[in-house]
T-cell receptor, first 115, second 113 residues
Framework: DAGVIQSPRHEVTEMGQEVTLRCKPI?????LFWYRQTMMRGLELLIY????????DSGMPEDRFSAKMPNASFSTLKIQPSEPRDSAVYFC?????????????FGPGTRLTVL | ELKVEQNPLFLSMQEGKNYTIYCNYS?????LYWYRQDPGKSLESLFV?????AVKQEGRLMASLDTKARLSTLHITAAVHDLSATYFC?????????????FGKGTHLIIQP
C-alpha cells in the first residue's frame, strides 16, 4: 500500500492568501484525521472524519479553517485567509476502526509557511 | 479535557545506558500509542497498548501500560545512536470506534557515542 499521501509537501504563501492542503488516506480506511504540529503547541488534533462525515471539529482554531471529505479517498484542509501564525506542519492520518487496533498511520505532512 | 504529560522532555544519554520515558494521562483510557519522529519526518508508530498490564517489546525498546495509574513507560535498553529521535506518547479516548489522539509534548532523545 502507498500509505497516506499528502500534497503539497511544502507550501509558502503570503498572508491573506487561500491555502488548500490535500490528503489521500490508505485505501479501505474509514477514519481520517487532520493534525497540526508547531513548536509552541506540539501536535494538535484539528478535525476527524468517519466514513466521510465530520465527527469532531472542536480543534479547528477558527472559522478561517475548513475541512471537507467529498469521498473516501480524498480530503482537503483549507485556510482562508492565511495568517503567519498558521505556519506549521499539517499531518493527515487514517485508520480502520475495528481493525487491530485503531492504529493511526500518518502521512509525510505539509510544511506551511505563511509570510 | 484529556491531558498527556511526558517526562523528561529532553534526554541526553550515552550509548549502552538504560533509561525510561514516562507518560501520564489525566482520564480513563485503555488505548495508548507510542510514536517516533525523526527531524523533519512524519510520525512512525512504535507500539499500541490496549489493556492494563500490556507490555510490548521491539528490539531495544519496551513499552508498558498501567491503566489504573494512568501511566505508560517506554524503556530503552543499551541505547544506540540510531535511537536518537523524538518520542511521543498519545492517548485515545476509549468507548468504541476511533477517536483523535491527544499527544504529549514529546521527549527529545539524543544518544551520544
Amino acid at each position: 500500500d502507498a500509505g497516506v499521501i499528502q500534497s503539497p509537501r511544502h507550501e509558502v504563501t503570503e498572508m491573506g492568501q487561500e491555502v488548500t492542503l490535500r490528503c489521500k488516506p490508505i485505501s479501505g480506511h474509514d477514519y481520517l484525521f487532520w493534525y497540526r504540529q508547531t513548536m509552541m503547541r506540539g501536535l494538535e488534533l484539528l478535525i476527524y472524519f468517519n466514513n466521510n462525515v465530520p465527527i469532531d471539529d472542536s480543534g479547528m482554531p477558527e472559522d478561517r479553517f475548513s475541512a471537507k471529505m467529498p469521498n473516501a479517498s480524498f480530503s482537503t484542509l483549507k485556510i482562508q485567509p492565511s495568517e503567519p501564525r498558521d505556519s506549521a506542519v499539517y499531518f493527515c492520518a487514517s485508520s480502520l476502526a475495528g481493525g487491530s487496533p485503531n492504529e493511526q498511520f500518518f502521512g509525510p505532512g505539509t510544511r506551511l509557511t505563511v509570510l | 479535557e484529556l491531558k498527556v504529560e511526558q517526562n523528561p522532555l529532553f534526554l541526553s544519554m550515552q550509548e549502552g545506558k538504560n533509561y525510561t520515558i514516562y507518560c501520564n494521562y489525566s482520564t480513563t483510557s485503555d488505548r495508548l500509542y507510542w510514536y517516533r519522529q525523526d527531524p523533519g519526518k512524519s510520525l512512525e508508530s512504535l507500539f499500541v497498548l490496549l489493556s492494563n498490564g500490556a507490555v510490548k517489546q521491539e528490539g531495544r525498546l519496551m513499552a508498558s501500560l498501567d491503566t489504573k495509574a494512568r501511566l505508560s513507560t517506554l524503556h530503552i535498553t543499551a541505547a544506540v545512536h540510531d535511537l536518537s529521535a523524538t518520542y511521543f506518547c498519545a492517548v485515545e479516548y476509549s468507548g468504541g470506534g476511533a477517536d483523535g489522539l491527544t499527544f504529549g509534548k514529546g521527549t527529545h532523545l539524543i544518544i551520544q557515542p
